[in-house]
């Protein structure tokens, strides 16, 4: 696993717990080689978002137990594939991003001046 560190070089904070965030399921969004979707942006997560990414296949909201996935709804955060967040913003669909709970290799991806201007976590 990389270094837990968030895109200002501090500490990563947690994502969420309930329900578990991350590809590691550890609440936060950290990442390693094995994370090929790089889920690394903490997000807020909207109606429109969730209609936008099943449009796009990646069904969010429906419970899969078989895999422990509970479904998710608006409000919940959530550790999003950084490709993904792009795409929804290209779409016009991108949720708020918490900054502090976001893994700095999102930064390999996007922008921290495109994800200061979604931030629901500064001033």
Do not use: Y
């Amino acid at each position: 696993m990389d270094r837990a560190v968030n895109v200002f070089g501090e500490a990563l904070e947690t994502c969420s717990e309930n329900p578990k965030a991350g590809f590691f399921r550890d609440g936060c969004c950290n990442t390693s080689d094995e994370d090929l979707g790089s889920h690394t942006v903490c997000v807020r997560l909207t109606r429109e978002f969730l209609e936008f990414s099943r449009s796009r296949g990646n069904d969010l909201s429906t419970p899969r137990p078989e895999f422990g996935f509970p479904g998710l709804q608006p409000g919940d955060c959530w550790c999003l594939c950084a490709a993904r967040w792009v795409e929804a913003h290209e779409n016009e669909m991108a949720p708020r991003v918490f900054l502090k709970r976001t893994h700095r290799r999102a930064l390999e991806i996007v922008s921290l001046d495109l994800l200061r201007q979604f931030a629901a976590d500064l001033n």
